[in-house]
């Protein structure tokens, strides 16, 4: 899911730069919609290894009595 969103990202953005004219702010939407769709499915994906991860920073940060 995530790489073909990717690929689709990829796909969009090289068809955006060959165009001769500008894009429309209906494309530059599209995009941002990708882009917070790809974020969103990582973050979904990633989401128990940044919880360990911050939860180990915290652990180090906190003063032992």
């Known amino acids: ?5 990717l690929i689709r ?3 969009q953005l090289q068809l955006l730069f060959q165009r001769k004219e500008g894009a429309t ?7 941002v919609a990708i882009v917070a769709l790809v974020i969103l499915a990582a973050g979904t ?6 919880t ?10 906190t003063p032992t009595p």
């Not at 702010?25 to 995009?31: D, K, R, S, V």
């Not at 994906?45 to 940044?50: A, D, F, G, V």
């Open 45 to 50: 994906t990633l989401k128990p290894q940044i």
């Open 9 to 11: 990202l990829h796909v």
């Open 1 to 5: 899911m995530l790489l073909d969103l």
């Open 52 to 61: 360990a991860f911050f939860t180990k920073i915290t652990t180090a940060i």
């Open 25 to 31: 702010a209906i494309e530059y939407l599209i995009l």
